[in-house]
């Protein structure tokens, strides 16, 4: 069983374009069903549950790929594309 504060000091990292997205700051559960909806990813390194403020990006329960030791593995946004960086 995973609990909360467990989640809570995983490191959100974007398949996507390899990037670290930070660390869950607000968790959104379905009480009626017994389900986590999405997280909240504060890209400041805030790692309080009862953050105030809209700060953040969400990530959706279903965009999880991989729940591992020290990370949790998303696939959100779109690739990196080389034209992205100042080359």
Same mark, same amino acid.
């Given at each position: 069983?995973?609990?909360? #504060?467990?989640?809570?000091?995983?490191?959100?990292?974007?398949?996507?374009?390899?990037?670290?997205?930070?660390?869950?700051?607000?968790?959104?559960?379905?009480?009626?069903?017994?389900?986590?909806? #999405?997280?909240?990813?504060?890209? =400041?390194?805030?790692? #309080?549950?009862? #953050?105030?403020?809209?700060?953040?990006?969400?990530?959706?329960?279903?965009?999880?790929?991989?729940?591992?030791? =020290?990370?949790?593995?998303?696939?959100?946004?779109?690739?990196?594309?080389? =034209?992205?960086?100042?080359?």
């Amino acid at each position: 069983m995973l609990r909360v #504060s467990d989640i809570m000091e995983k490191e959100i990292i974007n398949i996507k374009n390899g990037k670290r997205m930070g660390f869950i700051t607000d968790i959104n559960l379905d009480i009626n069903e017994g389900k986590v909806m #999405s997280f909240t990813v504060s890209g =400041d390194g805030g790692r #309080s549950l009862f #953050s105030r403020g809209d700060e953040g990006q969400v990530i959706f329960f279903n965009d999880i790929l991989k729940i591992g030791c =020290d990370t949790i593995i998303v696939n959100i946004g779109s690739e990196l594309n080389i =034209d992205d960086f100042n080359i």
